[in-house]
């Protein structure tokens, strides 16, 4: 399953390779031409020779991680974030480091040896290490290089109704999406853009956009969702299983009035459910696509994401497929002519 | 061609650390035990608290000295007291979590089914750097089993039990990290003891236990030490190993062999018994020292019935109670051929010297 081995593939900012050659395997045979650029970004080309406006499918490889930068005499590992991450995620969590994917673990001082002042502090990223049972700095450089990624250890299932856990849904969602879409044949020009390093500033798609230089963009994202016990409904940002969500305005981006209501004219032409995504924070490669050249048009489709960032997230598996079928509408609704703008 | 097998209880402790099994619900563990326990005697017992009770008799006619080898296979566990809006649920705890490693960590609800769950935790998207700066206590945080709240209610109760999720993993030297090794890597001490024992001729009775609820007070200890009456009671429990910050008589080190408790918990001649053994058979050994009653069975033992000589060995293990708890199994092989040694030295005569101040 595409989704499950996207999820389960390490692949922190400037570190995609492993995603990359999976989402390469998975299309070369079903596309029209496949090609990287300098930063590593992977286009998907098809039916260049179609006449008609080109769109470009945008969805980033990265995912949030950790690159270890220093080893202690005792073989501890430090390390820093690459990407957002809330070290309290971090506590008592499993990771994969390196090529190898070996095995570290990030632990904490027992509860017995704590004072109360200790257990209401936050531990702080300086205060944590990984550990890969080595005994000294010497045995854990043997093993480990400095530079090397670490990414969360969480495997990939289905639980509850309809659901699914795994890590890294943000975006692992958006590129299984892409390559779905991608597989299907369209009567007009469609490039899959997996983009690099979104995580630290939508680098990749910077670039990418400005190269394809499409008529329409569509970035396809894994996005916050807070609908639990406690959160105030304007603090949810998305609910699960509502279906795709739309951005109205983000941290980069004031959605295009006209390209969010033929979103939503498709999603009900098409019995496809839909909501607004109803947070100001965060963003998505469309924020950068959109003020590439002269300005690009278009908007962007998330898959909402519950615990986005930490080692065990939620997606609701009627949301991906809806967001799929959204995709594939607005395409069909593209070539069909209707989107005017 | 035939390879000779050489006994290892390395799976036995794996099947032991992915399983589950709080206090007051260790049922499947003590299956797990008792099946390991089997290979060594058919004489294995529950009593009534559920503690697993296997004996391996020593040789000889007349009063056989007895010697209880006990572990506690419970870990540490939550409880769901609400199921709250949204099917969310809301826990308190069997057994003391540091609530900072809650956060983000998979869980199995034991509910009418095993449900997948998951700790919330709040995106970095969301939050301020206020709320950064604090550490959620226990009762702020919430279980998601990712389905709709009227089917939670049918699958779980208030009182539905709660356990950590992790597949045990190998690093380097040896050493194995998950959930519970406190105290299922002290079930495998008893199995290699019971191993390395076949090699001596011992006229000790040997009551090897795995007891219950240890983690809300030693309670299944209590009553299993009451039960048998042994001579001499050596809990075997893990201790803390080395990790920055930590004082250093709590820091013993990974792979450097047992533990071994001196203190006014421990009965003199049994610290010296063990050392003795550790010396002649040249197994490296740590000392740990303690200063009052120490959170293990031990505790109960001392004070049981008339009063039982008690012994204190286990491994070194990092983060203790967090679902990467980290030790090694050339410990446990170590932990185990001390006991066996221990175990065979003991005579009628080092009995009633017991007694003897």
Redesign the interface.
């Known amino acids: 399953m595409l989704l499950k081995q996207l999820t389960e593939a390490m692949g922190p900012s400037g570190f995609e390779d492993e995603v990359r050659n999976l989402l390469r395997e998975q299309l070369s045979d079903k596309v029209d031409h496949m090609y990287t650029d300098v930063l590593g970004n992977l286009f998907a080309e098809k039916h260049s020779d179609k006449t008609g406006p080109r769109v470009m499918l945008d969805a980033h490889m990265d995912e949030v991680g950790m690159m270890i930068v220093h080893a202690e005499d005792n073989g501890l590992l430090r390390f820093r974030p690459l990407g957002g991450i809330d070290p309290r995620v971090l506590v008592s969590k499993p990771v994969r480091i390196g090529s190898e994917k070996r095995y570290g673990v990030i632990g904490s001082k027992p509860i017995h040896l704590q004072t109360m002042e200790e257990r209401k502090k936050p531990l702080r990223m300086d205060q944590l290490y990984i550990d890969i049972g080595a005994q000294s700095k010497d045995e854990a450089l043997a093993h480990i290089q400095l530079g090397d990624v670490a990414v969360f250890a969480t495997e990939y299932a289905e639980i509850g109704e309809r659901a699914a856990k795994a890590k890294s849904f943000d975006d692992r969602v958006g590129c299984s999406i892409v390559a779905e879409a991608m597989e299907r044949q369209w009567q007009i020009p469609v490039t899959g853009v997996f983009t690099v390093q979104e995580e630290i500033g939508l680098r990749g798609a910077t670039a990418a956009a400005y190269r394809i230089n499409p008529d329409i963009a569509i970035a396809v994202e894994g996005t916050v969702c807070f609908d639990v016990v406690d959160a105030p409904s304007h603090g949810q940002s998305t609910v699960l299983g509502k279906g795709p969500a739309l951005t109205v305005q983000d941290g980069q981006t004031l959605a295009d009035a006209r390209f969010l209501e033929f979103l939503i004219a498709t999603a009900e032409k098409h019995n496809i459910p839909w909501q607004l995504r109803r947070v100001k924070g965060g963003s998505n490669d469309f924020g950068a696509i959109h003020k590439v050249r002269e300005g690009i048009v278009g908007g962007a489709i998330s898959v909402p994401v519950r615990y986005i960032h930490a080692p065990a997230q939620i997606i609701s598996l009627d949301d991906y497929q809806a967001s799929l079928q959204l995709v594939c509408a607005a395409i069909t609704e593209i070539q069909e002519g209707r989107w005017n703008a | 061609m035939s390879v000779a097998t050489v006994e290892n209880h390395l799976e036995t402790l794996k099947s032991m650390l992915q399983g589950h099994g709080g206090p007051g619900f260790e049922q499947d563990i003590a299956g797990i035990a008792e099946s390991a326990f089997r290979t060594y005697t058919p004489d294995v017992q529950r009593d009534t608290l559920g503690n697993v009770i296997a004996t391996v008799s020593g040789e000889g006619a007349g009063v056989r000295p007895r010697v209880m080898l006990s572990a506690h296979m419970d870990e540490i566990a939550l409880v769901v007291t609400k199921v709250?809006?949204?099917g969310?649920l809301r826990v308190w705890q069997s057994g003391?979590?540091?609530?900072?490693?809650?956060?983000?960590?998979?869980v199995i609800v034991h509910g009418h089914e095993q449900?997948?769950?998951?700790v919330?935790?709040?995106?970095?998207?969301?939050?301020t750097p206020e709320e950064?700066?604090?550490?959620a206590p226990l009762t702020d945080l919430?279980i998601?089993?990712?389905?709709?709240e009227d089917?939670v209610r049918k699958l779980v109760d208030v009182g539905s039990r709660v356990t950590l999720y992790?597949?045990t993993?190998?690093?380097?030297?040896d050493?194995i990290?998950g959930k519970a090794l406190d105290n299922r890597t002290s079930v495998a001490v008893i199995l290699e003891c019971l191993k390395a024992l076949k090699s001596y001729h011992h006229s000790a009775d040997v009551l090897a236990v795995a007891t219950v609820q240890e983690e809300v007070g030693v309670r299944g200890a209590q009553t299993a030490a009451y039960g048998l009456r042994p001579d001499i009671a050596i809990a075997i429990d893990v201790t803390?190993a080395?990790?920055?910050?930590?004082?250093p008589d709590?820091s013993y080190k990974i792979?450097k062999g047992p533990a071994v408790c001196f203190g006014p918990n421990i009965h003199p001649k049994v610290f010296k018994g063990l050392q003795a053994t550790a010396t002649q058979l040249r197994i490296p050994y740590q000392l740990e020292l303690s200063q009052g009653p120490t959170?293990t069975d031990a505790r109960a033992f001392q004070i049981t019935q008339s009063g039982i000589a008690s012994g204190l060995v286990g491994i070194a293990i990092?983060?203790?109670?967090?679902?990467?708890?980290?030790g090694s199994y050339n410990d446990i092989v170590d932990c185990g051929r001390l006991l066996a040694g221990y175990v065979a030295s003991i005579n009628q005569a080092s009995v009633e010297e017991l007694s003897c101040y």
């Not at chain 2, 998601?144 to 709709?148: E, I, L, Q, S, Y």
């Not at chain 2, 993993?169 to 030297?173: C, K, Q, R, T, Y």
């Open positions: 709250d809006k949204g969310f003391g979590f540091d609530a900072r490693t809650l956060v983000g960590q998979e449900l997948h769950g998951i919330g935790s709040k995106p970095p998207h969301l939050t950064r700066s604090q550490a919430f998601d089993v990712a389905m709709p089917r992790r597949q993993m190998d690093l380097l030297n050493r990290s803390f080395d990790m920055p910050g930590q004082a709590e792979g959170g990092r983060y203790m109670h967090t679902s990467v708890e980290t």
